[in-house]
């Protein structure tokens, strides 16, 4: 069993930046990989990125690459999003889970946080 919570959004002007932080419960976290997921209003949940359960091993999506940043800190149960140049459209609530794989599929991810709200403004 994995607990995840996400922080750190918040309300950020375009071209800012702002990092995410999921912490997890649970002894063996270093054996999943951590996913965030962002879904905007009225849209479907996207894939932003992942990072392997050692740390080794990171996939984007298209629309964050060269912008977003994940790592993970095992000592401290934590994954982190590093976001900077922000753009309108990257206004959603973003969310991070757990998988035992390395992948992008949303239907993989077996435990899930309750989200953290980032919105970037003009």
């Known amino acids: 069993q994995v607990q995840l919570v996400e922080s750190g959004g918040g309300l950020v002007q375009a071209g800012g930046s702002l990092r995410l932080s999921c912490a997890a419960s649970?002894?063996?976290?270093?054996?999943?990989?951590i996913g965030w997921f962002r879904q905007g209003a009225g849209k479907e949940r996207e894939f932003v990125a992942v990072?392997?359960?050692?740390?080794?091993?990171?996939t984007y999506g298209d629309s964050v690459k060269g912008r977003f940043t994940i790592s993970r800190d095992n000592a401290k149960n934590t994954v982190y999003l590093q976001m900077n140049s922000l753009k309108l459209e990257d206004t959603a609530v973003y969310y991070c889970?757990?998988?035992?794989?390395?992948?992008?599929?949303?239907?993989?991810?077996?435990?899930w946080g309750q989200g953290t709200q980032v919105s970037v403004s003009s």
């Open positions: 889970a757990a998988t035992v794989l390395i992948t992008t599929n949303t239907a993989l991810y077996g435990y």
């Open positions: 649970g002894r063996t976290f270093s054996s999943y990989s």
């Open positions: 990072i392997s359960g050692s740390g080794s091993r990171s």
